[in-house]
């Protein structure tokens, strides 16, 4: 399994907590659209994933990340530099 994918699924299983509408989760699901999360739970998630993978992710970046797939690639971007 590559890095790619084992963050992927690392995240796979982060977000089932906050799923709360069972939505089938892909690399194209959207945060805001298609899970309905609003802010207080996106602040929830991000915490949780920043803690999980020990990196920060900058309100700027959190702005540019609306899918799944997205913040996979801004995660491996992070535990990168």
Do not use: H, Y
Not at 11 to 35: C, H, M, W, Y
Not at 50 to 69: K, R
């Amino acid at each position: 399994m590559t890095d790619r994918a084992e963050t992927q699924a690392k995240i796979l299983s982060l977000i089932e907590p906050f799923n709360k509408k069972g939505v089938e989760v892909t690399e194209a699901t959207r945060f805001a659209q298609d899970l309905e999360w609003d802010s207080l739970t996106v602040l929830d998630f991000v915490a949780t994933i920043e803690d999980e993978f020990d990196v920060l992710i900058s309100m700027n970046m959190q702005a540019e990340i609306e899918n799944v797939g997205q913040l996979v690639d801004a995660v491996e971007k992070l535990k990168a530099a």
